[in-house]
Protein backbone atom coordinates (compact mmCIF):
# COMPACT_ATOMS: atom_id res chain seq x y z
CA UNK A 1 0.00 0.00 0.00
CA UNK A 2 0.85 3.55 -0.71
CA UNK A 3 2.53 4.65 2.72
CA UNK A 4 0.78 7.87 2.01
CA UNK A 5 -2.57 6.20 2.05
CA UNK A 6 -1.42 3.87 4.79
CA UNK A 7 -0.80 6.84 7.18
CA UNK A 8 -4.05 8.45 6.43
CA UNK A 9 -5.99 5.55 7.47
CA UNK A 10 -3.96 5.54 10.28
CA UNK A 11 -5.14 8.70 11.33
CA UNK A 12 -8.69 8.18 10.12
CA UNK A 13 -8.92 4.87 12.86
CA UNK A 14 -6.96 6.80 15.62
CA UNK A 15 -9.70 9.84 15.48
CA UNK A 16 -12.70 7.62 15.36
CA UNK A 17 -11.20 5.94 18.21
CA UNK A 18 -10.49 9.41 20.52
CA UNK A 19 -14.41 10.13 19.27
CA UNK A 20 -15.71 6.82 20.60
CA UNK A 21 -13.64 6.89 23.32
CA UNK A 22 -13.86 10.79 25.17
CA UNK A 23 -11.28 9.17 27.94
CA UNK A 24 -8.50 8.89 25.13
CA UNK A 25 -8.77 12.98 25.20
CA UNK A 26 -5.88 13.74 27.19
CA UNK A 27 -2.07 13.56 26.09
CA UNK A 28 -0.28 10.72 27.23
CA UNK A 29 3.17 9.02 26.10
CA UNK A 30 1.32 5.74 25.09
CA UNK A 31 -1.47 7.59 23.21
CA UNK A 32 -1.03 6.03 19.89
CA UNK A 33 -0.67 2.40 22.17
CA UNK A 34 -3.80 2.45 23.03
CA UNK A 35 -5.89 3.44 19.61
CA UNK A 36 -3.70 1.84 17.13
CA UNK A 37 -0.24 0.48 17.90
CA UNK A 38 0.93 0.60 14.75
CA UNK A 39 0.52 4.27 14.24
CA UNK A 40 4.70 5.12 15.92
CA UNK A 41 6.40 2.39 14.09
CA UNK A 42 4.48 3.88 10.39
CA UNK A 43 5.29 7.25 11.75
CA UNK A 44 9.01 6.75 12.58
CA UNK A 45 9.18 4.80 9.09
CA UNK A 46 7.75 7.31 6.99
CA UNK A 47 10.15 10.33 8.93
CA UNK A 48 13.06 8.54 8.28
CA UNK A 49 12.51 7.45 5.29
CA UNK A 50 11.71 11.64 4.36
CA UNK A 51 15.05 12.62 6.30
CA UNK A 52 17.05 9.92 4.52
CA UNK A 53 15.60 11.79 0.85
CA UNK A 54 16.21 15.41 2.47
CA UNK A 55 18.02 15.81 5.67
CA UNK A 56 16.55 19.34 5.95
CA UNK A 57 13.64 17.49 7.14
CA UNK A 58 14.74 17.25 10.77
CA UNK A 59 15.14 20.20 10.97
CA UNK A 60 12.11 21.55 9.52
CA UNK A 61 9.90 19.17 11.45
CA UNK A 62 11.62 20.28 14.84
CA UNK A 63 11.20 23.79 14.09
CA UNK A 64 7.60 22.81 12.86
CA UNK A 65 6.73 21.33 16.77
CA UNK A 66 7.62 24.68 18.00
CA UNK A 67 5.42 26.55 15.53
CA UNK A 68 2.67 23.99 16.48
CA UNK A 69 2.91 24.79 20.05
CA UNK A 70 3.04 28.26 19.44
CA UNK A 71 0.27 28.88 17.32
CA UNK A 72 -1.67 25.88 16.94
CA UNK A 73 -0.40 25.21 13.48
CA UNK A 74 -0.46 21.41 12.11
CA UNK A 75 2.14 18.61 12.66
CA UNK A 76 2.84 15.64 14.82
CA UNK A 77 6.10 14.26 14.85
CA UNK A 78 7.75 12.85 17.93
CA UNK A 79 11.03 11.73 19.02
CA UNK A 80 12.06 11.57 22.70
CA UNK A 81 9.71 10.76 25.11
CA UNK A 82 6.64 12.82 23.70
CA UNK A 83 3.13 12.95 25.04
CA UNK A 84 0.89 12.05 22.17
CA UNK A 85 -2.06 12.85 21.09
CA UNK A 86 -2.10 16.60 20.78
CA UNK A 87 -4.32 17.10 17.36
CA UNK A 88 -3.78 19.75 14.72
CA UNK A 89 -6.20 23.17 14.98
CA UNK A 90 -8.84 23.50 12.27
CA UNK A 91 -7.88 26.49 11.57
CA UNK A 92 -4.45 27.62 11.05
CA UNK A 93 -3.80 31.15 10.06
CA UNK A 94 -0.63 32.51 8.53
CA UNK A 95 -1.40 35.76 10.50
CA UNK A 96 -1.99 34.31 13.93
CA UNK A 97 1.27 32.68 12.99
CA UNK A 98 3.50 35.68 12.58
CA UNK A 99 1.80 37.63 15.41
CA UNK A 100 2.38 34.44 18.01
CA UNK A 101 6.07 33.78 16.96
CA UNK A 102 8.92 35.05 18.35
CA UNK A 103 10.79 37.03 15.28
CA UNK A 104 14.63 36.64 15.08
CA UNK A 105 15.39 40.46 16.33
CA UNK A 106 13.60 40.18 19.27
CA UNK A 107 16.00 41.20 22.51
CA UNK A 108 16.15 39.10 25.44
CA UNK A 109 13.16 40.72 27.70
CA UNK A 110 11.00 40.40 24.47
CA UNK A 111 12.05 36.87 24.32
CA UNK A 112 11.45 36.55 27.79
CA UNK A 113 8.11 38.06 27.57
CA UNK A 114 7.48 35.80 24.42
CA UNK A 115 8.14 32.58 26.23
CA UNK A 116 6.36 33.26 29.15
CA UNK A 117 3.48 34.38 27.73
CA UNK A 118 3.19 30.32 26.80
CA UNK A 119 4.32 29.47 30.60
CA UNK A 120 7.94 28.61 29.60
CA UNK A 121 10.78 30.43 32.15
CA UNK A 122 14.24 31.52 30.84
CA UNK A 123 15.66 28.22 31.29
CA UNK A 124 12.91 26.82 29.10
CA UNK A 125 13.90 29.46 26.58
CA UNK A 126 17.67 28.88 26.64
CA UNK A 127 17.43 25.25 26.05
CA UNK A 128 14.64 25.11 23.84
CA UNK A 129 17.10 27.62 21.47
CA UNK A 130 19.76 24.91 21.35
CA UNK A 131 17.10 23.11 18.74
CA UNK A 132 19.45 26.19 16.31
CA UNK A 133 21.74 23.19 16.38
CA UNK A 134 20.62 22.34 13.48
CA UNK A 135 19.26 23.72 10.35
CA UNK A 136 19.69 26.70 8.71
CA UNK A 137 18.34 30.34 8.41
CA UNK A 138 17.58 32.32 5.50
CA UNK A 139 19.79 35.81 4.86
CA UNK A 140 16.64 38.06 5.38
CA UNK A 141 16.80 36.60 8.78
CA UNK A 142 20.20 37.67 10.04
CA UNK A 143 20.84 40.30 7.41
CA UNK A 144 20.61 43.47 10.12
CA UNK A 145 22.62 41.43 12.96
CA UNK A 146 25.73 41.05 10.78
CA UNK A 147 25.53 44.66 9.57
CA UNK A 148 23.98 46.72 12.59
CA UNK A 149 25.12 44.19 15.49
CA UNK A 150 28.13 45.05 17.67
CA UNK A 151 27.89 41.81 19.55
CA UNK A 152 29.20 39.51 16.87
CA UNK A 153 32.75 38.28 15.92
CA UNK A 154 34.33 40.22 12.66
CA UNK A 155 35.27 37.91 10.89
CA UNK A 156 32.66 35.68 11.54
CA UNK A 157 30.35 38.85 10.17
CA UNK A 158 32.72 39.36 7.10
CA UNK A 159 32.17 36.07 5.85
CA UNK A 160 28.65 36.19 6.30
CA UNK A 161 28.39 39.13 4.42
CA UNK A 162 29.69 37.05 1.51
CA UNK A 163 26.68 35.14 0.98
CA UNK A 164 24.19 37.90 2.42
CA UNK A 165 24.91 40.96 0.57
CA UNK A 166 22.57 44.23 2.35
CA UNK A 167 20.83 44.24 -0.48
CA UNK A 168 19.42 40.55 -2.33
CA UNK A 169 19.69 36.97 -1.74
CA UNK A 170 17.20 37.73 0.74
CA UNK A 171 16.84 33.58 0.50
CA UNK A 172 20.10 32.89 0.84
CA UNK A 173 21.19 30.11 3.43
CA UNK A 174 23.48 29.68 5.95
CA UNK A 175 24.00 27.43 9.21
CA UNK A 176 22.47 28.33 12.38
CA UNK A 177 25.86 26.38 14.12
CA UNK A 178 28.94 25.37 12.20
CA UNK A 179 27.41 21.91 12.62
CA UNK A 180 24.26 22.04 11.05
CA UNK A 181 23.53 18.56 10.59
CA UNK A 182 25.11 17.36 13.98
CA UNK A 183 23.18 17.82 17.08
CA UNK A 184 25.79 19.10 19.58
CA UNK A 185 26.79 21.50 21.89
CA UNK A 186 28.68 23.68 19.14
CA UNK A 187 25.42 26.24 18.64
CA UNK A 188 26.04 27.55 22.58
CA UNK A 189 29.91 27.04 22.34
CA UNK A 190 29.20 29.75 19.21
CA UNK A 191 27.44 31.69 21.49
CA UNK A 192 30.57 32.44 23.58
CA UNK A 193 32.45 33.50 21.09
CA UNK A 194 29.89 35.92 19.60
CA UNK A 195 29.42 33.93 16.80
CA UNK A 196 25.56 33.13 17.08
CA UNK A 197 23.89 33.60 13.67
CA UNK A 198 20.71 35.66 14.86
CA UNK A 199 20.33 38.57 16.94
CA UNK A 200 17.69 36.40 19.32
CA UNK A 201 20.93 33.87 19.74
CA UNK A 202 23.51 36.03 20.65
CA UNK A 203 21.39 37.69 22.74
CA UNK A 204 21.58 34.62 25.73
CA UNK A 205 25.02 35.34 25.72
CA UNK A 206 26.13 38.60 26.58
CA UNK A 207 29.49 37.43 28.26
CA UNK A 208 27.74 39.80 31.37
CA UNK A 209 27.14 37.14 34.45
CA UNK A 210 23.99 36.75 33.93
CA UNK A 211 21.78 33.70 34.93
CA UNK A 212 21.42 33.16 30.70
CA UNK A 213 25.07 33.28 29.91
CA UNK A 214 25.44 30.75 33.17
CA UNK A 215 23.41 28.27 31.23
CA UNK A 216 25.22 28.62 27.72
CA UNK A 217 27.65 28.09 29.68
CA UNK A 218 26.82 25.20 30.94
CA UNK A 219 25.14 23.55 27.79
CA UNK A 220 28.40 24.64 26.06
CA UNK A 221 30.47 22.09 27.98
CA UNK A 222 27.81 19.35 29.05
CA UNK A 223 26.11 17.85 26.42
CA UNK A 224 24.02 15.64 28.76
CA UNK A 225 22.38 18.63 30.38
CA UNK A 226 21.99 19.97 27.26
CA UNK A 227 20.27 16.62 26.37
CA UNK A 228 18.45 15.97 29.58
CA UNK A 229 16.85 19.57 29.97
CA UNK A 230 15.97 19.38 26.40
CA UNK A 231 13.69 17.23 26.56
CA UNK A 232 12.30 18.11 29.82
CA UNK A 233 11.46 21.65 27.90
CA UNK A 234 10.15 20.16 24.53
CA UNK A 235 7.33 17.85 26.78
CA UNK A 236 6.45 21.01 28.87
CA UNK A 237 6.07 22.79 25.35
CA UNK A 238 4.55 19.85 23.64
CA UNK A 239 1.70 20.33 26.46
CA UNK A 240 0.73 23.95 25.52
CA UNK A 241 -2.62 24.77 25.11
CA UNK A 242 -3.12 20.87 23.24
CA UNK A 243 -6.30 20.33 21.02
CA UNK A 244 -7.15 17.00 22.25
CA UNK A 245 -10.79 14.57 21.02
CA UNK A 246 -12.51 16.62 19.19
CA UNK A 247 -11.46 19.54 19.43
CA UNK A 248 -8.87 19.60 16.96
CA UNK A 249 -7.68 16.67 14.43
CA UNK A 250 -5.03 14.73 13.48
CA UNK A 251 -4.16 15.60 9.18
CA UNK A 252 -3.63 13.47 6.58
CA UNK A 253 -2.80 16.14 4.76
CA UNK A 254 -1.11 19.13 6.86
CA UNK A 255 -1.74 21.70 4.24
CA UNK A 256 -5.62 20.63 4.52
CA UNK A 257 -8.26 19.99 6.97
CA UNK A 258 -9.46 16.62 6.76
CA UNK A 259 -12.86 15.98 5.15
CA UNK A 260 -13.83 13.14 7.72
C1 LIG B 1 13.86 31.65 20.91
C2 LIG B 1 13.09 32.04 19.93
C3 LIG B 1 13.30 31.59 18.53
C4 LIG B 1 13.47 32.40 17.46
C5 LIG B 1 13.48 33.93 17.47
C6 LIG B 1 13.64 31.54 16.31
C7 LIG B 1 13.83 32.00 15.04
C8 LIG B 1 14.19 31.21 13.97
C9 LIG B 1 14.49 31.70 12.66
C10 LIG B 1 14.37 33.15 12.22
C11 LIG B 1 14.87 30.65 11.90
C12 LIG B 1 15.30 30.67 10.44
C13 LIG B 1 14.08 30.68 9.55
C14 LIG B 1 14.48 31.04 8.15
O1 LIG B 1 15.20 32.02 7.98
O2 LIG B 1 14.04 30.32 7.22
C15 LIG B 1 14.81 29.48 12.73
C16 LIG B 1 15.13 28.21 12.31
C17 LIG B 1 14.94 27.09 13.08
N1 LIG B 1 14.37 27.04 14.33
FE1 LIG B 1 14.04 28.63 15.53
N2 LIG B 1 13.60 30.24 16.69
C18 LIG B 1 13.38 30.21 18.03
C19 LIG B 1 13.22 29.08 18.81
C20 LIG B 1 13.17 27.81 18.30
C21 LIG B 1 12.72 26.64 19.03
C22 LIG B 1 12.17 26.68 20.44
C23 LIG B 1 12.84 25.58 18.18
C24 LIG B 1 12.49 24.14 18.42
C25 LIG B 1 12.47 23.58 19.60
C26 LIG B 1 13.41 26.07 16.96
C27 LIG B 1 13.79 25.27 15.90
C28 LIG B 1 14.34 25.75 14.73
C29 LIG B 1 14.94 24.91 13.71
C30 LIG B 1 15.15 23.39 13.78
C31 LIG B 1 15.32 25.75 12.67
C32 LIG B 1 15.98 25.35 11.33
C33 LIG B 1 14.90 25.08 10.29
C34 LIG B 1 15.47 24.69 8.93
O3 LIG B 1 16.68 24.46 8.77
O4 LIG B 1 14.67 24.62 7.99
N3 LIG B 1 13.58 27.43 17.05
N4 LIG B 1 14.38 29.84 13.97
C1 LIG C 1 -9.33 28.94 15.73
O1 LIG C 1 -10.24 28.27 16.58
C2 LIG C 1 -10.01 28.51 17.95
C3 LIG C 1 -10.86 27.58 18.79
O2 LIG C 1 -11.92 27.04 18.05
C4 LIG C 1 -10.28 29.99 18.23
O3 LIG C 1 -10.11 30.28 19.60
C5 LIG C 1 -9.28 30.80 17.42
O4 LIG C 1 -9.52 32.18 17.56
C6 LIG C 1 -9.38 30.43 15.93
N1 LIG C 1 -8.23 31.05 15.25
C7 LIG C 1 -8.36 31.63 14.06
C8 LIG C 1 -7.09 32.17 13.47
O5 LIG C 1 -9.40 31.72 13.45
C1 LIG D 1 14.05 45.50 24.10
O1 LIG D 1 13.19 45.98 23.10
C2 LIG D 1 12.09 46.73 23.60
C3 LIG D 1 11.16 47.04 22.43
O2 LIG D 1 11.87 47.61 21.36
C4 LIG D 1 12.61 47.99 24.28
O3 LIG D 1 11.54 48.75 24.80
C5 LIG D 1 13.54 47.59 25.42
O4 LIG D 1 14.15 48.73 25.99
C6 LIG D 1 14.64 46.64 24.90
N1 LIG D 1 15.37 46.12 26.03
C7 LIG D 1 16.68 46.18 26.12
C8 LIG D 1 17.29 45.63 27.37
O5 LIG D 1 17.38 46.65 25.24
C1 LIG E 1 21.03 48.87 9.91
O1 LIG E 1 20.74 50.08 10.60
C2 LIG E 1 20.43 51.16 9.74
C3 LIG E 1 20.28 52.41 10.61
O2 LIG E 1 19.37 52.20 11.65
C4 LIG E 1 19.18 50.85 8.93
O3 LIG E 1 18.87 51.90 8.06
C5 LIG E 1 19.42 49.57 8.13
O4 LIG E 1 18.23 49.20 7.46
C6 LIG E 1 19.85 48.43 9.05
N1 LIG E 1 20.08 47.20 8.33
C7 LIG E 1 21.06 46.98 7.40
C8 LIG E 1 21.09 45.64 6.77
O5 LIG E 1 21.84 47.82 7.06
Not at 26 to 46: F, G, M
Not at 91 to 103: E, R
Request: hydrophobic share 35%.
Amino acid sequence: MDSRIQFCLVIFMVTLATILSPTLAKLTPNYYDRVCPKALPIIKSLVKQAIYREPRIGASLLRLHFHDCFVNLGGNQYWYKVLLGRRDARNASWAAANANLPPPFFNFSQLITSFQSHGLNLKDLVVLSGAHTIGFAKCSSFRDRIFNDTNIDNNFAANLRKTCPRIGGDTNLAPLDSTPTKVDTTYYKSLLYKKGLLHSDQELYKGDGSQSDRLVQLYSKNPYAFAKDFGVSMIKMGNLKPLTGRKGEIRCNCRKVNNY
